[in-house]
């Protein structure tokens, strides 16, 4: 049995002897830990900022002076002690466009405790929005270890969370986004992202790793160590053209050494096994990047077969010199151990090459579990008006266990906030207008705070809102017209002291006195976070 793959489409060809022109625009690079107000340009030329402005939870550290990071940003980390889930939110990205985000780990033993052990692994899980990403699995205090994702964006922010498991503190050392092409990994849409199991670059003959700014997308490339007995590395300085149907894009530098056999007549790729633990895992797609670099001439040729495990993958395969070449799974695959296995046609002078492979799986994305984007941008823009300090991060309502406190919300897909509890917050100044921005909200208590000022006429404005505390604060103005008539015909059940010098619309020089008193019928049931 043969197996389809992914194919490039030779009849369009476009010339790209250059990458492209380099820029960051939409990179964002967080140095987690890092002194508030951190800006600084990284040796790869990217501006790195500290993370104080993406999440207001944890705590900074510096790793041990024993151990030494390969980067600028592992040397600090910010850990999470007290929350059980603790998110970044990483705004300013654009809904339905194509992103990779990575996120690294040094432990570097911060906190004096030695919990990166082999026997005692320190575990956490990491999120993406609403959907398990990985366990984070440090077992070696010394090793930086990096998880990618390529994801759609279901709003104009993405969460990024770490959630304790009670198999020590959750902590990260960077957090990075950067934007992709549309077309780019396929198999990542709006209900399914690629999380990366691993990436190779096939053919340096020293330790090197490839990132921006070779590869415009910053994805990382580390070296293939091989044994040189039954391996050689063969390189090029030549340039190369892409097929326009190229959906991976490996860059130049990493098409520029391959891999190919010694003596043998096969090359065979890394193995690798399904999680054990994992009896649904959904399975993994392999992407091998393939470029013949030699001018074949006379009567060399290179002609391979392709097989996975012991079926036939692809076969006949003859590379084009010079150009950006691949071979991709459509679907993924499900076996418990995968491996790959490039071996020579009998009718070929020279053996199989291998440039490059990246390996990933499918994760289903909860898009209709989030809450509605609307109602998150105005509660977060409540929080900044009031400066409320607490875990008010990630999704408000979603899952139900992690929603915010003082927060409740319906069960629609999506969810949207119906209740909101602000009574004792600290809450100073007027009444926000980002309150208006929670239209499905019918339970609203501001009371017990120092809020001052007029009483809003968007109060009344907000349709579906049938109880409004506002007692024990120090307003003053007019009650709006439209929040005494529902108060009277029963709409509204309205909570407020009596005022002593409220202003009489109808005749500005009188005053008078407007007292509105409201019995809460304990018959009505309101939902309080």
């Not at 607490?390 to 929603?403: L, Q, V």
Request: charged fraction near 15%; charge should be neutral.
């Amino acid at each position: 049995m043969k197996i389809s793959w992914c194919f490039l489409v030779i009849s369009a060809i476009y010339a790209a002897t250059i990458e492209g022109q380099l820029s960051t625009q939409g990179f964002i690079s967080i140095d987690c830990g890092a002194p508030s107000g951190t800006t600084y340009l990284d040796s790869t030329g990217i501006m790195y900022v500290s993370d104080d402005s993406y999440i207001d939870t944890g705590k900074n550290y510096k790793i041990d002076q024993k151990y030494t990071s390969l980067s600028n940003q592992a040397s600090t980390l910010r850990s999470f002690p007290n929350e059980t889930r603790n998110c970044y939110t990483l705004w300013n990205v654009t809904k339905g466009a194509k992103y990779l985000v990575r996120a690294t780990f040094l432990y570097g033993n911060y906190d004096g405790k030695q919990r990166a052990q082999i026997s005692t692994p320190l575990q956490f899980n990491l999120y993406i929005d609403l959907n398990l990403w990985r366990t984070v699995n440090i077992t070696d205090a010394s090793s930086e270890y990096a998880h990618e994702v390529v994801t759609v964006a279901a709003n104009d922010f993405i969460w990024v969370c770490l959630v304790d498991i009670k198999a020590g503190t959750p902590f990260i050392s960077a957090l990075e986004l950067r934007p992709l092409r549309e077309n780019i990994y396929p198999h990542a849409f709006p209900n399914q992202s690629n999380a990366i199991l691993f990436r190779l670059n096939y053919g340096p003959t020293k330790s090197v790793t490839i990132r921006y700014p070779d590869d415009l997308y910053d994805r990382i490339w580390p070296w293939y160590q091989y044994d040189t007995t039954m391996l050689k590395s063969i390189k090029t300085t030549a340039n190369f053209t892409r097929y326009s149907a190229d959906n991976f894009e490996a860059p130049y530098s990493v098409l520029q050494t391959a891999l190919t056999p010694v003596s043998s007549s096969n090359l065979t790729t890394v193995s690798y096994d399904a999680p054990s633990n994992y009896p649904n895992f959904p399975g993994y797609y392999t992407v091998l990047h393939m470029t013949e670099l030699l001018e074949l001439s006379g009567n060399q040729s290179r002609r391979f077969n392709i097989f996975l495990n012991d079926i036939i993958w692809d076969s006949s395969l003859m590379l084009p010199y010079g150009k950006a070449y691949y071979r991709c799974d459509p679907v993924a695959q499900h076996y418990s151990s995968i491996t790959f296995t490039l071996v020579k046609m009998s009718n070929s002078s020279l053996p199989p090459i291998l440039n490059g492979m990246e390996v990933y799986w499918p994760m289903t994305m909860k898009v209709n579990q989030l809450t509605s984007a609307a109602d998150v941008k105005g509660i977060m823009a409540i929080k900044a008006d009031y400066n409320i300090v607490r875990n008010w991060n990630g999704d408000p309502c979603s899952p139900t266990i992690f929603s915010w406190h003082g927060v409740g919300c319906n069960s629609d897909e999506p969810p949207q906030i119906t209740s909101l509890n602000l009574s004792y917050s600290g809450l100073s100044g007027k009444i926000s207008f980002s309150f208006a921005n929670l239209q499905s909200i019918t339970y609203l208590d501001l009371s017990h705070n120092n809020l001052s000022g007029d009483i809003p006429d968007f109060l009344g404005e907000m349709s579906k809102l049938q109880v409004l505390n506002l007692s024990g604060n120090h307003l003053n103005g007019h009650v709006p017209d439209t929040l005494i008539k529902k108060s009277k015909y029963g709409l509204l059940q309205l909570l407020i002291d009596s005022c002593t010098a409220c202003e009489d619309k109808s005749n500005k020089s009188n005053l008078v006195i407007i007292a509105i008193t409201v019995v809460v019928v304990a018959a009505v049931a309101v939902v309080v976070g």
